[in-house]
Antibody, heavy 123, light 107 residues
Framework: QLQLQESGPGLVKPSETLSLTCTVS??????????WGWIRQTPGKGLEWIGS???????YYNSSLKSRVAISVDTSRNQFSLKVISMTAADTAVYYC???????????????WGRGTTVTVSS | DIQMTQSPPSLSASVGDRVTITCRAS??????LAWYQQKPGKVPELLIY???TLRSGVPSRFSGSGSGADFTLTIGSLQPEDVATYYC?????????FGPGTKVDIK
């Protein structure tokens, strides 16, 4: 059974860079049938899609965050990663990684989610 | 960007009631609409995709309908385990956006 697990720091200082990794187990990140994405959730803004990546490295980002976000993939480690620069208190959230099936022409829904990791931005 | 709205923001219903949640997109999204259930303290879980396709393993009391800009999630007979917040999400063209959620509890 496919599982996703986020890892990274729970506390980040303002202006610093957040780095999170999602490890995929029970399946291969290099499958042609899936994209892999990051989503965050805050009490104020709800669920927000951050961006997604294909195993080839092709990326899509939310324009609201695009200038501060980078997503990368490491197929040898079956992992994909998120970097967010210039973190502020507004970036405090639960960050999830998830899988997007591409079995239909329109992709973007998430059928498997990680457990989520809470990131707090504070000095 | 396409914005998603949901109504009502919250509802309280009795066990066995039929519950309907509405999701509206600011522009048409075809059938590229998914519904998620998030129980308190848990991770969102996919219920429905392509507006009306029930994910394998999801109870048949859940159903989705609609296309274009107006969509509906129906719980045919509300059960205690259905207490959760329900989100719609449009996909297909980035950015993928979620509705603000509808919180469902038991009266």
């Amino acid at each position: 059974q496919l599982q996703l697990q986020e890892s990274g720091p729970g506390l980040v200082k303002p202006s610093e860079t957040l780095s999170l990794t999602c490890t995929v187990s029970g399946g291969y990140i290099s499958s042609t049938s899936y994209y892999w994405g990051w989503i965050r959730q805050t009490p104020g803004k709800g669920l927000e899609w951050i961006g997604s990546i294909y195993y080839t490295g092709s990326t899509y980002y939310n324009s609201s965050l695009k200038s501060r976000v980078a997503i990368s993939v490491d197929t040898s480690r079956n992992q994909f990663s998120l970097k967010v620069i210039s973190m502020t208190a507004a970036d405090t959230a639960v960050y999830y990684c998830a899988r997007h099936p591409t079995v239909t022409q329109a992709w973007g829904y998430m059928d498997v989610w990680g457990r989520g990791t809470t990131v707090t931005v504070s000095s | 960007d396409i914005q998603m709205t949901q109504s009502p923001p919250s509802l309280s219903a009795s066990v066995g009631d039929r519950v309907t949640i509405t999701c509206r997109a600011s522009q048409g999204v075809g059938s590229s609409l998914a519904w998620y259930q998030q129980k308190p303290g848990k991770v969102p879980e996919l219920l429905i995709y392509a507006a009306s396709t029930l994910r394998s393993g999801v109870p048949s009391r859940f159903s989705g309908s609609g296309s274009g800009a107006d969509f509906t999630l129906t719980i045919g007979s509300l059960q205690p385990e259905d207490v959760a917040t329900y989100y719609c999400q449009k996909y297909g063209i980035v950015p993928f956006t979620f509705g603000p959620g509808t919180k469902v509890d038991i009266k």
